[in-house]
């Protein structure tokens, strides 16, 4: 297969797990929509690692991953992308945002933020449900959050989302993506998510960050995962903007349950393709099972 051209004409796929768990059946749906998706349309498949996430992600986590993933028969094109090896790119990114006045420190912990929007009522939650940044550290006066860094306090970095959609184009809605499948713009509401951390306490990124800019970097042209993280989608075409990435299609997959009705999710325990083949479950009654027999 030919490499990606600088137009990023040959569609590209990605699968990008988190190895801080074993792989479930939702992951299966998640990387067999994208191999069918880019069979179909003669793309390539990449795999990415994003392992950010320093103390929950482990190496016998991504070497379970990847013997999941042979033994599901996939097979990926290109180099692995690890993320944890370009943590000074992220901060590169991040600094240039600061530098144009869309990113601010924040010193709020938790507790503080819960404490702050505890007092007043009906505080809007953001659309994984929790309580919107009250803006307490963006009034902060630039000199004193500088003398407080230098003091080594604990911080994140928040995107400023007022001023950002201000430097998109204005109103929110205003951008939009093509959802692969239906075939529609989709117009985004980034402002529904407040001030989101773009650089963690413990890490100079966070998943927003590094999964538009490796997408970008990888002329990733068709991003195909699950619906959980279609509201997400708001704020990666927000950064896109910002920072003058294309934006891929989109394709959210639907979400498997339990017996339970549960959510299948590595938080939960849920089975894990490991215990399914363990128990004598082949790769081919997987496939079959979820619609690629
Ligand atoms: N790493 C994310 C996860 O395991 C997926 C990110 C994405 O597909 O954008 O849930």
New binding site residues.
Partial sequence: MAASSPDFAEPVFRF???PNGRLHLGHALSVLTNERLAHKLGGQLLLRI?DIDVTRCKPEFEAGIREDLAWLGLRFDGAVRRQSEHFERYAEVVGGLQARGLVYPCFCSRQVIKRAVGLRQAWPVDPDGAPLYPGTCRACDPAEAATRIAAGEPHVLRLAMDHAIATVGGAAGYVAFYEAGHERLVAVQPARWGDVVLARKEVPTS?HLS?VLDDALQGVTH?V??RD?EAATDIHVVLQRLLGLPTPRYHFHPLLSDETGQKLAKSRLSESLADLRERGVTAGEIRAQLGFG
């Fill in positions: 990008a797990p988190s994003e998943y999964v991003v995962r699950g993280l």
